[in-house]
């Protein structure tokens, strides 16, 4: 079991060498329950029109802020 502890309140980047798994927390759980939380506040009309997200297979998520992916 691996456990991420990102600090709140500081711009935190992701670097590593290629292939060492940056993109997994990053983009395939931070990314997809940050939005996935946040489209949730929505109405349900709106909400259908939007791409839909599926919960991160991981064990907790805990204090999850916005995220903002910059490509």
């Given amino acids: 079991m691996k456990d991420l502890t990102i600090p709140k309140h500081q711009l ?19 990314a997809v329950e940050s939005s996935r939380e946040w489209q949730a506040s929505y109405p349900l009309l709106l909400r259908n029109k939007m791409p839909h997200y599926h919960r991160p297979k991981v064990a907790s998520i805990e204090n999850l802020t916005p995220a903002i992916v910059v490509d």
């Fill in 12 to 30: 935190v980047a992701f670097v590593g060498v290629s292939g060492s798994g940056k993109s997994s927390p990053a983009f395939d759980t931070i």
